[in-house]
């Protein structure tokens, strides 16, 4: 899964899985959860859901709302602690390449800033010896504010974001090759792509490719990338496969 050697083990309680879109991020934190070693693991919003007592809601419309709103009150309350993550995002949100309307570059910001504040929650609602997984954390809202399908990405501006962006305690990255990904896009479709053709999707997986090889290089993100064997401890884990 990721072309970089592992990190040396750390204390884990929050591990973010990163890449491009139609990697596979979702459907493996699904396996590791529901795996052999499933009790180890927990995705993000259920332990934090969990921990103010809404672990029994089930419509996603519901859950998506009481994640907001608790994503929401994180923002303000670490607005201090991560002012420099949420200016970064800030910044390239609203002024940097992508969509033309303000309302869907709110979106990006919200999203942004909503990562950030779930990895901070995350990190403090993880019961011991129990390791959060992430697959829409601080990593990936490069993808949000960097990927775009007629621009390539702002390197300048994606490496002064890395530099001032909260981590998790360790990361993955889940990678597939271009060919793989432009065909999983074409079929899964994007927002990003209104033409739907297999050039622009070229391009966007590209882009996307360019920006979390990027992101895997970068020194603060390098020194916590572990493989997926790593991870989970055995090296013929059905979820490696």
């Known amino acids: ?36 070693r499933g009790g180890r693991f ?14 029994w809601l089930r419509p996603p419309l519901l859950r998506t709302l009481a994640v907001d709103a608790l994503a929401a009150l994180e923002v303000i309350a670490s607005h201090r602690r991560e002012r420099a993550g949420y200016r970064a995002a800030a910044a390239q949100a609203l002024r940097g390449a992508g969509p033309r309307s303000l309302t869907q570059r ?5 999203n942004a800033w909503k990562a950030v504040a779930l990895l901070r929650l995350a ?3 993880a019961r011991p010896g129990e390791i959060v997984l992430m697959d829409e954390g601080p990593l990936q809202t490069a993808h949000y504010l960097f990927v775009h399908a007629d621009v390539p990405p702002a390197k300048a501006a ?22 793989e990904l432009v065909a999983r896009t074409l079929v899964r479709t994007h927002v990003r792509l209104p033409a739907g053709s297999r050039e622009e ?17 970068e020194p603060r993100v390098r020194e916590r990338l572990v ?11 059905e979820a490696c496969a």
Do not use: Q
Request: hydrophobic share 50%.
């Open 1 to 36: 899964m990721s072309p970089l050697p592992p990190a040396a083990p750390r204390s884990l309680r929050v591990v973010e899985l990163f890449g491009p879109s139609s990697a596979g991020k979702s459907s493996l934190a699904r396996s590791l959860v529901a795996g052999e």
């Open 42 to 55: 927990v995705l993000h919003e259920d332990r934090i859901l969990g921990s103010v007592g809404l672990g």
């Open 106 to 110: 709110l979106f990006l910001l919200r």
């Open 123 to 125: 990190a403090r609602v």
């Open 158 to 179: 994606l490496d002064a974001y890395l530099a001032a962006l909260a981590l998790p305690d360790a990361a993955l990255y889940v990678r597939g090759s271009l060919d």
């Open 201 to 217: 999707a070229s391009r966007f997986v590209g882009h996307a490719l360019e920006v979390f090889d990027r992101v895997a290089a």
């Open 227 to 237: 493989t997926l064997e790593a991870l989970v401890g055995e090296p013929g884990c």
